[in-house]
């Protein structure tokens, strides 16, 4: 007999097909078991094994579950590049859903459902009917999870047969696994759909919280996670379902106790009692403390929702701080995550322990380690006033040791301790000169010399010092280079005497003249000037007393924490992120045969309702191309994010370049051009940032009028004021010479932010094969940004309005603008998710309310006056980030314009 | 949910490989490969177990110097994903016997059928190997376990200690053994990894026991077990705060500081007379996990010495003494300390006679290592290390080395004194009489003195 399934990795030879063709058409069984095995060994180390379909699907009649699963597994990678010879196997798979055996069965099911050909779709609806009430539990439960399934390839079969019904039906299952299967299915089909599908009544709660006791661990956790969205009525309700949650706190699955911690949490805002709640901190913080004792992987993810869980309720950890410490063998990933938290627990009692741990982390072997021990007692020192002294002689001792990174390190937190409390410790200054000369690290450097600056009337040699830097002023880093022409200017201030003042020449002339940096030329500049005209009043510029820094230990700002703590036990809590900024919905992948997938087909993109108003809505989406007959075809845009374009690509190829402003629903105004053709060698691109069901996307067309084929195209994006970065790669087929494509990237948000003033650039670099790297500018419209939910009730409005200081209201008038409708100005601004919610009138003109939100919860209140049919227009908002409005008042414009 | 599945070697192979959603695209192994590889990302060089690259989010978990790894596109809870990953770990070892890049290549069709049992388009159904028994037909080929080194806490009874039948660990849950019938038997195994850090003049600045009683059964017909763990045992959740330390219970008390149990742990009698009944599912299994910050007494003190000697020398003088019955012995220690940057030489003076012992001065990262077989309960070993250095240390030296950890193994021996008082299988008829194997076994977690 045989040996090992590695055997069958290991035949190579030229006709291996045609001998597999043979082997599975043997009139043995075993013979044919082995060969099928042989098939997917091959599968699974990427060979092409697919012209064996037929002979594969042969032998998928059999009794034989080993055999049979193996085909199945066959079926679901081939089918859809063999749709036509995958109705064969439909037969089989309907019967098996009847067999006797209740695997058998489930298993039809199960794989009918992971097979995406609308043909074998269309038969699973029965099958499907049938298993969702059969007798055997394990079957149910399958036929709970291939609703889901169903509901990914085609939402609206799901509907129209009732299967969401049926779904809800399995809630009251007397099987718990069915149960939990019917949650997790309804909730992820909820979460796809705008329509309140699976809404938790206190009827269901009650069933769901029975459910969870006799549940699996991960049933458990698929209730507990949709348990979490119930709002309870009362502080009573809410106790109640606490009591039914606490005992999950002892499961040794650390899912299921973070699923129960976070729903305790929700639950605790509702309660009053301050005895309750003190009763469920006392009984969170052992399990949470539990969690540390697992595997590093999950305690890296326990320490970064315990960091969420400790800035809101502080009390639960108090007294824990302990178990943070680290050991010696932690990898640095949670090391790092327990100095943050650390540092949150830090508190007057217990920071003579915390210090002596900080002080031994600082003389440990990993520098990365070490630096952030060393912040780490600069924040202490910042957070705890009356520990302040005593960080600070830590803080002396670790620089006495002279380890180089040890001493900048510890430079740049004293600099802020010294802007903390100022006047208070500047005594230790001639102990950091000493390693004036050793620093070669930018950030150390420019904290350095800003201290000699600021205290450079108490420093005797203050000018001896700046001077020995001045001399490599034209080498130092920009950083260096702007505190060094502060500190002189300040130096030159507070001594007005010769030394400086030659000083200050050298650093104004170096600082203008000989730099090509705009920051340092234009800050040289003001001070020139300022030094020039009035120095009295350079004095108080300069030399103004500054605002006194806190303690950043609770970094998150309370709206983003509260959303985060929703999110605890997800990647949310984990990232501190809101889900919206790296959720991408691309599900669509894998589907190449978009003809196939008539209309209905729920993939993502299909234009909702809101959408279809949207004048200005650009390339088509797969549901309006899809229902058109393949002759509508050349499409001038992807149909889907990630589609296969290679054959568009193809078909297009004697079309010569894609018409942009082909007729007909299938095309928008055409996309501004970013890159000319001139400019990219032949390559054109443009391109332009749309919304679609509430994501953003960078809509773009390549046309291609070189004389060679482009290929491996890649994009990223710069910086920028919101963080918008590529959601996943540019897809993007081979261009021939003379051809186009297009495709819709998904974007994400707050990826890498700009810091800063708020700015519309958007800056992109797309690279390919062929050619070199093409960098070109875009500007994003504000208006992109709106989010779906930003429809604001009347009342909210008023007293948001109310509750906002009249500084946050900026207004500007548009005197070319002429509003010659108020529906068509409503009607396209609802489009653009900006929700009216009132209007007035005022004299001859009208006054309209409207609200809208950006990411991260961010209202704008809209007031927008005009006069019908009369030019001039005057929009008013407010906002609780004012420095945000020029952007939004570049984007009305726009919109209002067009 | 999760979209995919896979399993990579060291080198970046793929094992194993399954899409169960299809929204990711196929070369997210390769994407995750080289960002692990090659991470360096705030300042961190090591890369988290959750990270997220171009909208696709990775799991990843290092089991037996594998990578299981999960990629999702939605919001999904980490720790499911995490726990799940070493599930899948831990179900597909009961059903190889071990686990192993060759072992996974061998059984890569039962690896898939079980996969599929396990996870239905991205939804985990269950990780119990009990439960996967009647849905899961193909037979494991068993690997050699010779020459594997070995892994998970099981393997450490393979050291050392003769009582030990060392075959039963690698061995397959399913899988019959030469014969065609299974031994009868079942391990409750004791673990108990402690973390003790001393200050520098010896104090127990904090200590701790994270204990897990593993159990691993080759009983057929699951009959019912009851367990009787110590009748002092209490549990103190969250009541005491960690500043009274020791004050409150009674000598010789165990108090646990929280605990939680298997899904299979009936606890009605618990409170009781603290005794635990289970059906023991298939496959291994924590029976039940414990965390301790009781003081208790260390196996180990460490005593360190530094003496300068002249401007660029000095000597460490390095004592261990083993502070547990001399019937005990301790195995595989090792004790390490870094030492200065600027030590360019180090020479070892162990004890006349020592035998077992080696040292070793690593240049790379300048660590001093001294390597021991094995340390009988009360006896004490010395090292003496004369560093030179390349410049003067300015009497800094302590600063700049340290601190002494150690890690050991030590067999039967549990500083929590948590017992097992016995072990009772119902009995199916007179003559059956499994084996039962009850072990303890301590081992290091992070076990440090500073200097």
């Given at each position: 007999?045989?040996?090992h399934?590695?055997?069958?990795?290991?035949?190579?030879?030229k006709?291996?097909?045609?001998?597999?063709?043979?082997?599975?058409?043997?009139?043995?069984?075993d013979?044919?078991?082995?060969?099928?095995?042989?098939?997917?060994?091959a599968?699974?180390?990427?060979?092409?094994?697919?012209?064996?379909?037929?002979?594969?699907v042969?032998?998928m009649?059999?009794?034989?579950?080993?055999l049979?699963k193996?085909?199945?597994?066959?079926?679901?990678?081939?089918?859809?590049s063999?749709?036509?010879?995958?109705?064969?196997?439909?037969?089989?798979?309907?019967?098996?859903?009847?067999?006797?055996?209740?695997?058998i069965r489930?298993?039809?099911?199960?794989?009918?459902?992971?097979?995406?050909?609308d043909?074998?779709?269309e038969?699973?609806c029965d099958?499907?009917?049938?298993?969702?009430?059969d007798?055997?539990?394990?079957?149910?439960?399958?036929?709970?999870i291939?609703?889901?399934?169903?509901?990914?390839i085609?939402?609206?079969?799901v509907?129209?047969?009732g299967?969401l019904?049926?779904?809800?039906?399995?809630?009251?299952?007397?099987?718990?696994?069915v149960?939990?299967?019917?949650?997790?299915?309804l909730?992820e089909?909820?979460?796809?759909?705008?329509?309140?599908?699976?809404?938790i009544?206190?009827?269901?709660?009650?069933?769901?919280?029975?459910?969870l006791n006799?549940c699996?661990e991960?049933?458990?956790v698929f209730?507990l996670?949709a348990?979490?969205?119930?709002?309870?009525?009362d502080?009573?309700e809410?106790?109640?379902?606490?009591?039914?949650?606490?005992?999950r706190l002892?499961?040794?699955?650390?899912?299921?106790v973070?699923?129960?911690?976070?729903?305790?949490?929700?639950?605790?805002?509702?309660?009053s009692s301050?005895?309750?709640?003190r009763?469920?901190c006392?009984?969170?913080?052992?399990?949470?403390?539990?969690?540390l004792?697992?595997?590093?992987?999950?305690?890296?993810?326990?320490?970064?929702n315990?960091?969420?869980i400790v800035?809101k309720?502080?009390?639960?950890?108090?007294?824990?701080?302990?178990?943070?410490?680290?050991?010696?063998?932690d990898?640095?990933?949670?090391?790092?995550?327990?100095?943050?938290?650390?540092i949150?627990?830090?508190?007057?009692?217990?920071?003579?322990?915390v210090?002596?741990e900080?002080?031994?982390?600082?003389?440990?072997v990993d520098?990365?380690?070490?630096?952030?021990?060393v912040?780490?007692i600069?924040?202490c020192?910042?957070?705890?006033?009356?520990?302040?002294?005593?960080?600070?002689s830590v803080?002396?001792?670790?620089?006495?040791?002279?380890?180089?990174?040890?001493v900048?390190?510890?430079i740049?937190?004293?600099?802020?301790?010294?802007?903390?409390?100022?006047?208070?410790?500047?005594?230790?200054i001639?102990t950091?000169?000493e390693?004036?000369?050793?620093?070669?690290?930018?950030?150390?450097?420019a904290?350095?010399?800003w201290i000699i600056?600021?205290?450079?009337e108490?420093?005797?040699?203050?000018?001896?010092?700046l001077?020995?830097?001045?001399?490599?002023?034209?080498?130092?880093?920009?950083?260096?280079?702007?505190?060094?022409?502060?500190?002189?200017?300040?130096?030159?201030?507070?001594?007005?005497?010769?030394?400086?003042?030659q000083?200050?020449?050298?650093?104004?002339?170096?600082?203008?003249?000989?730099?090509d940096?705009?920051?340092?030329?234009?800050?040289a500049y003001?001070?020139w000037?300022?030094?020039?005209?009035?120095?009295?009043?350079?004095k108080?510029?300069?030399?103004?007393?500054?605002?006194?820094?806190?303690?950043d230990?609770?970094?998150?700002?309370?709206?983003?924490?509260?959303?985060?703590l929703?999110?605890i036990?997800?990647l949310?809590?984990?990232?501190?992120?809101?889900?919206e900024?790296?959720?991408?919905?691309?599900?669509?992948?894998?589907r190449?045969e978009e003809?196939?997938?008539?209309d209905?087909?729920?993939s993502?993109?299909?234009?909702s309702?809101?959408?279809?108003?949207?004048s200005?809505?650009?390339?088509?989406?797969?549901?309006?191309?899809?229902r058109q007959?393949a002759?509508?075809?050349?499409?001038p845009?992807?149909p889907?994010?990630?589609?296969?374009l290679?054959?568009?690509?193809?078909?297009?190829?004697?079309?010569a370049?894609?018409?942009v402003?082909?007729?007909?629903?299938?095309?928008?105004?055409p996309?501004?051009?970013?890159?000319?053709?001139?400019?990219?060698?032949?390559?054109?691109?443009s391109?332009q940032?749309?919304?679609?069901?509430?994501q953003?996307?960078?809509?773009?067309?390549?046309?291609?009028n070189?004389?060679?084929?482009?290929?491996?195209?890649?994009?990223?994006?710069?910086?920028n004021?919101?963080?918008?970065?590529?959601?996943?790669?540019?897809?993007?087929?081979q261009l021939?010479?003379g051809?186009?494509?297009?495709?819709?990237?998904p974007?994400?948000?707050?990826?890498?932010?700009?810091?800063?003033a708020?700015?519309?650039?958007?800056?992109?670099?797309?690279?390919?094969?062929?050619?070199?790297?093409?960098y070109?500018?875009?500007?994003?419209?504000l208006p992109?940004?709106?989010?779906e939910d930003?429809?604001m009730?009347?009342?909210?409005?008023?007293e948001?309005?109310?509750s906002?200081?009249?500084?946050?209201?900026?207004?500007?008038d548009?005197?070319?603008?002429?509003?010659?409708?108020i529906?068509?100005?409503?009607?396209r601004l609802?489009?653009?998710n900006m929700?009216f919610?009132?209007k007035?009138?005022?004299?001859?003109?009208?006054v309209?309310?409207?609200?809208?939100?950006?990411?991260?919860?961010?209202?704008?209140?809209?007031?927008?006056?005009?006069?019908?049919?009369?030019?001039g227009?005057?929009?008013?908002?407010?906002?609780p980030?004012?420095?945000?409005?020029?952007l939004?008042?570049?984007?009305?414009?726009?919109?209002?314009?067009? | 949910?999760?979209s995919q599945?896979?399993?990579?070697?060291?080198r970046?192979?793929?094992?194993?490989?399954?899409?169960?959603?299809?929204d990711?695209?196929?070369?997210?192994a390769?994407?995750?490969?080289?960002?692990?590889?090659?991470?360096?990302?705030?300042?961190?060089?090591?890369a988290?177990?959750?990270?997220?690259?171009?909208?696709v989010?990775?799991?990843h978990?290092?089991?037996?110097?594998?990578l299981?790894?999960?990629?999702?596109?939605?919001?999904?809870?980490?720790?499911l994903?995490?726990?799940?990953?070493?599930?899948?770990?831990?179900?597909i070892?009961?059903?190889?016997g071990?686990?192993?890049?060759?072992?996974?290549?061998?059984?890569?069709?039962?690896?898939?059928?079980?996969?599929?049992?396990?996870i239905?388009?991205?939804?985990?159904q269950?990780?119990?190997?009990?439960?996967?028994?009647?849905?899961v037909f193909?037979?494991?080929i068993?690997v050699?376990?010779?020459?594997?080194?070995?892994?998970?806490?099981?393997?450490l009874?393979?050291?050392?200690?003769?009582?030990m039948p060392?075959?039963?660990?690698?061995?397959?849950v399913?899988?019959?053994?030469?014969g065609g019938?299974k031994r009868?038997?079942?391990?409750?195994d004791?673990i108990e990894?402690?973390?003790?850090?001393?200050?520098?003049?010896?104090?127990?600045?904090?200590?701790e026991?994270?204990?897990?009683?593993?159990?691993?059964s080759?009983?057929?017909?699951n009959?019912?077990?009851?367990?009787?763990?110590?009748d002092?045992?209490?549990?103190?959740?969250g009541?005491?705060?960690?500043?009274?330390?020791?004050?409150?219970?009674?000598?010789?008390?165990?108090?646990?500081?929280?605990?939680?149990f298997h899904e299979s742990v009936h606890?009605?009698?618990?409170?009781?007379d603290?005794?635990?009944s289970?059906?023991?599912p298939?496959?291994?299994?924590?029976?039940m996990?414990?965390?301790?910050?009781q003081e208790?007494?260390?196996p180990?003190?460490?005593?360190?010495?530094?003496?300068?000697?002249?401007?660029?020398?000095?000597?460490?003088i390095?004592?261990?003494?083993?502070?547990?019955?001399?019937?005990?012995?301790?195995?595989?220690?090792?004790?390490?300390?870094?030492?200065?940057?600027y030590?360019?030489r180090?020479?070892?003076?162990?004890?006349p006679?020592?035998?077992g012992?080696?040292?070793?001065?690593?240049?790379?990262?300048?660590?001093l290592?001294?390597?021991?077989?094995?340390?009988v309960?009360?006896?004490?070993h010395t090292?003496?290390?004369?560093?030179?250095?390349?410049?003067?240390?300015?009497g800094?030296?302590?600063?700049?080395?340290?601190p002494?950890?150690?890690?050991?193994?030590?067999?039967?021996y549990?500083?929590?004194r948590?017992?097992?008082?016995?072990?009772?299988i119902?009995?199916?008829?007179?003559?059956y009489?499994?084996?039962?194997w009850v072990r303890?076994?301590?081992q290091a977690n992070?076990?440090?003195?500073?200097?």
């Open positions: 007999m045989s040996g399934d590695s055997k069958y990795f290991s035949t190579t030879k006709g291996e097909i045609p001998e597999l063709k043979e082997e599975l058409n043997s009139q043995y069984k013979k044919r078991k082995d060969a099928v095995k042989k098939v997917i060994a599968m699974t180390v990427g060979k092409d094994v697919s012209s064996l379909f037929t002979d594969v042969n032998c009649q059999t009794e034989n579950l080993e049979k193996l085909v199945y597994l066959y079926l679901i990678n081939y089918a859809k063999q749709p036509d010879l995958a109705i064969l196997a439909v037969n089989t798979f309907v019967k098996d859903s009847q067999d006797p055996n209740p695997l489930a298993l039809a099911v199960r794989t009918m459902g992971c097979i995406r050909v043909k074998i779709t038969y699973l099958p499907l009917q049938r298993c969702l009430k007798d055997d539990p394990y079957v149910r439960k399958t036929a709970a291939c609703v889901a399934k169903l509901y990914d085609n939402a609206e079969l509907e129209d047969r299967f019904e049926a779904l809800r039906d399995l809630i009251s299952d007397n099987n718990p696994m149960v939990a299967n019917a949650v997790a299915a909730a089909i909820q979460e796809n759909s705008s329509r309140p599908i699976f809404e009544t206190s009827h269901t709660l009650s069933k769901l919280l029975t459910a006799e699996t991960w049933g458990q209730i996670d348990l979490s969205k119930y709002k309870a009525a502080a009573r809410a106790e109640n379902i606490v009591e039914r949650v606490t005992p002892q499961h040794a699955n650390c899912a299921v973070l699923s129960a911690v976070k729903m305790i949490l929700q639950q605790m805002e509702l309660i301050t005895d309750v709640v009763n469920l006392k009984k969170m913080a052992p399990p949470l403390v539990t969690l004792s697992a595997e590093p992987e999950i305690q890296y993810v326990a320490l970064r315990i960091n969420l800035q309720r502080p009390t639960i950890l108090a007294h824990e701080i302990k178990v943070f410490f680290c050991k010696y063998n990898p640095i990933y949670v090391k790092m995550e327990k100095l943050e938290i650390m949150k627990l830090a508190s007057d009692r217990n920071i003579d322990q210090l002596l900080f002080k031994e982390y600082a003389t440990e520098v990365d380690f070490v630096r952030k021990a912040r780490a600069g924040r020192a910042i957070k705890l006033e009356r520990a302040a002294e005593r960080c600070i803080l002396l001792e670790l620089i006495k040791i002279k380890v180089n990174y040890v900048q390190e510890a740049i937190v004293i600099k802020d301790i010294f802007r903390r409390y100022p006047n208070t410790y500047e005594s230790i001639a950091l000169c390693s004036l000369d050793t620093l070669d690290e930018p950030e150390a450097k904290s350095m010399i600056g600021e205290y450079a108490r420093i005797d040699n203050a000018d001896e010092l001077e020995s830097f001045l001399e490599s002023f034209p080498e130092e880093p920009a950083q260096v280079q702007l505190q060094l022409l502060t500190a002189t200017v300040k130096l030159f201030l507070k001594k007005p005497t010769e030394g400086p003042q000083m200050i020449q050298v650093v104004l002339n170096n600082a203008t003249v000989e730099t940096n705009p920051d340092l030329r234009d800050r003001i001070y000037r300022l030094l020039s005209t009035d120095p009295e009043a350079a108080d510029v300069v030399l103004a007393e500054k605002p006194v820094i806190s303690d230990s609770n970094q998150l700002d309370a709206s983003l924490l509260d959303e985060l929703g999110n036990a997800t949310s809590s984990v990232y501190h992120k809101p889900p900024a790296f959720v991408t919905r691309v599900k669509t992948a894998q190449t003809e196939d997938y008539v209905g087909s729920e993502g993109y299909s234009e309702p809101a959408h279809a108003l949207d200005s809505a650009s390339p088509p989406v797969a549901a309006s191309s899809a007959p002759a509508a075809a050349p499409a845009a992807a889907a994010p990630v589609p296969d290679l054959d568009l690509g193809l078909d297009n190829s004697n079309s370049i894609v018409s402003d082909e007729p007909g629903p299938a095309s928008g105004p996309l501004p051009v970013l890159l000319p053709a001139a400019t990219g060698q032949g390559l054109q691109i391109a940032l749309v919304r679609r069901d509430g953003i996307f960078y809509s773009m067309l390549f046309e291609n070189t004389q060679i084929p482009l290929d491996g195209f890649m994009i990223q994006f710069n910086k004021t919101f963080g918008l970065a590529a959601g996943g790669p540019l897809q993007l087929p021939l010479p051809t186009s494509a297009s495709t819709l990237l974007m994400v948000l707050f990826q890498n932010v700009l810091p800063g708020p700015s519309s650039l958007l800056q992109v670099a797309v690279k390919n094969n062929q050619q070199p790297v093409w070109f500018n875009d500007r994003f419209s992109v940004f709106f989010t930003g429809r009730e009347r009342g909210t409005f008023l948001t309005w109310k906002l200081p009249d500084s946050n209201e900026v207004s500007r548009f005197p070319a603008i002429v509003m010659n409708s529906e068509s100005t409503l009607d609802a489009a653009s929700f919610i009132a007035r009138k005022h004299a001859n003109q009208d309209l309310y409207l609200s809208a939100k950006i990411p991260r919860g961010i209202p704008f209140l809209i007031e927008i006056t005009a006069a019908i049919g009369i030019p227009l005057k929009c008013a908002i407010k906002t980030s004012p420095e945000i409005a020029p939004f008042f570049e984007g009305i414009e726009s919109l209002l314009n067009s | 949910m999760i599945f896979f399993v990579l070697s060291q970046g192979d793929n094992i194993v490989f399954r899409d169960y959603r299809g990711v695209q196929k070369g997210s390769e994407i995750f490969f080289r960002k692990v590889k090659f991470w360096k990302e705030d300042d961190e060089e090591e988290p177990p959750v990270f997220n690259v171009d909208g989010n990775y799991f978990v290092k089991v037996v110097g594998l299981f790894v999960a990629t999702t596109r939605t919001n999904t809870s980490p720790s994903v995490l726990e799940l990953l070493q599930r899948v770990a831990r179900v070892k009961d059903y190889l071990v686990l192993n890049e060759d072992s996974l290549r061998k059984n890569f069709v039962l690896v898939y059928e079980l996969l599929d049992e396990v239905d388009f991205g939804f985990v269950t990780t119990s190997t009990e439960v996967l028994k009647s849905y193909n037979e494991p068993v050699d376990a010779g020459r594997l080194p070995p892994l998970g806490p099981a393997s009874f393979m050291q050392g200690t003769k009582r060392g075959t039963a660990i690698t061995k397959s399913v899988a019959n053994e030469p019938r009868e038997e079942i391990f409750v004791i990894k402690i973390s003790v850090t001393f200050s520098s003049s010896g104090y127990i600045l904090t200590s026991i994270d204990g897990t009683i593993q159990m691993k080759y009983l057929t017909g009959p019912e077990i009851r367990l009787a763990l110590n002092d045992l209490s549990i103190e959740r009541g005491r705060s960690i500043y009274e330390y020791g004050g409150s219970s009674g000598a010789g008390a165990v108090i646990l500081d929280d605990c939680n606890l009605e009698s618990f409170d009781v603290r005794t635990l289970l059906v023991p298939d496959g291994e299994f924590p029976v996990n414990y965390r301790i910050t208790f007494k260390p180990f003190r460490i005593n360190t010495l530094i003496e300068e000697a002249g401007q660029l020398k000095a000597e460490v390095l004592k261990i003494r083993a502070e547990f019955l001399s019937s005990i012995t301790a195995n595989t220690i090792v004790v390490q300390m870094p030492l200065p940057k030590t360019t180090v020479s070892f003076e162990l004890e006679g020592a035998t012992q080696t040292t070793d001065f690593k240049e790379s990262n300048r660590r290592e001294w390597n021991l077989k094995k340390i309960g009360g006896s004490e090292l003496r290390a004369k560093l030179t250095f390349s410049q003067e240390s300015h800094n030296i302590t600063k700049e080395a340290g002494v950890s150690m890690t050991f193994t030590i067999p039967m549990n500083p929590s948590l017992q097992v008082k016995y072990l009772q119902a009995k199916k008829s007179k003559t009489n499994p084996y039962r303890y076994v301590t992070s076990y440090v003195a500073r200097i």
